[in-house]
């Protein structure tokens, strides 16, 4: 079943996406060299105390982070570690969550620690971030699920990869449904399966948590003996972005976006819906 919400519920939502949104502010601003990954999780707990939010990945299934700090080849839920220091070239994604009264947000980035990145790592990121935001702009009125996942993947595979070959679009993790959980139904592909039909229709009140993470190599991974991490097989390095967006009457909104998502969704020839906190 998906969740629907209310406008009134969309609203808290919107509340606990900021909070994301700062999260991703005070890491980025922390992921320097030197820094090991569980300082960055002390930051998001801190800016969590200061907006009265609690985590919604610490616990979760036993997490025992406040925040997923993945870092190289790993994929998705690195845990925080004093053992993981940060260095010059490394390109770490940080995914994190917040609750306000009962309501869910979730946001990932991927961010370049120091300098000297090639610009095949500076083109990953980028490919899949404009793939993210290209599901964004998929989420409208009249569509069905799959349209977003064939958004994503549409974009990806028209992006030349440099040096060639193609980008590996991760198989066994995806996007989600969000609300008063972190993950729902439904579970949304980062690429089209056929066998897996059309989807729900999209219409105002649905939620989704749109994250694609692609490899430089292979679409697919392990999960090492922590339980956790989960990694690319051929130790490629891979790049993870996430935004939470509520479709409404309006059009969608971008929770975990400082601007709800006006921004980029204009260049992309959609009109985000108004922010009900402005």
């Not at 993945?70 to 004093?82: A, K, L, R």
């Not at 971008?254 to 980029?264: I, N, W, Y």
Request: proline letters at 6%.
């Amino acid at each position: 079943m998906v969740q629907i919400k209310s406008p009134e519920q969309i609203a808290k939502m919107r509340e606990a996406g900021l909070v994301v949104a700062a999260i991703h502010a005070a890491t980025r601003e922390a992921a320097v060299p030197g820094a090991t990954t569980k300082d960055l999780d002390q930051v998001a707990r801190k800016v969590l105390a200061e907006n009265d939010a609690k985590p919604n990945f610490l616990g979760y299934g036993g997490f025992p982070a406040t925040i997923c700090t993945s870092v190289n080849e790993v994929v998705v839920h690195g845990i925080p570690s004093d053992d993981v220091v940060l260095k010059d070239g490394d390109v770490i994604s940080i995914d994190c969550g917040a609750i306000i009264d009962g309501w869910h947000g979730d946001a990932a980035y991927t961010a370049f620690v120091g300098s000297g990145h090639s610009p095949e790592l500076v083109e990953l990121s980028r490919v899949t971030e404009e793939s993210m935001w290209a599901g964004i702009a998929a989420m409208k009125q009249g569509n069905r699920l799959v349209d977003v996942s064939r958004a994503i993947e549409t974009y990806i595979r028209r992006q030349p990869k440099p040096g060639g070959g193609k980008y590996g679009i991760i198989e066994d993790y995806g996007g989600h449904g969000i609300g008063t959980e972190m993950h729902m139904d439904p579970h949304l592909l980062n690429y089209v399966d056929r066998r897996r039909g059309k989807g729900p229709k999209l219409v105002p009140g649905f939620c989704l948590a749109i994250e694609p993470m692609i490899s430089l190599g292979t679409p697919r991974t392990e999960v090492l003996s922590d339980d956790w991490t989960v990694i690319t097989t051929d130790g490629t390095w891979s790049s993870h972005w996430e935004h939470s967006v509520a479709l409404t009457d309006q059009g969608p909104l971008v929770l975990t976006s400082p601007d709800g998502g006006a921004a980029k969704l204009a260049e992309l020839g959609v009109t985000a819906a108004p922010d009900p906190l402005a």
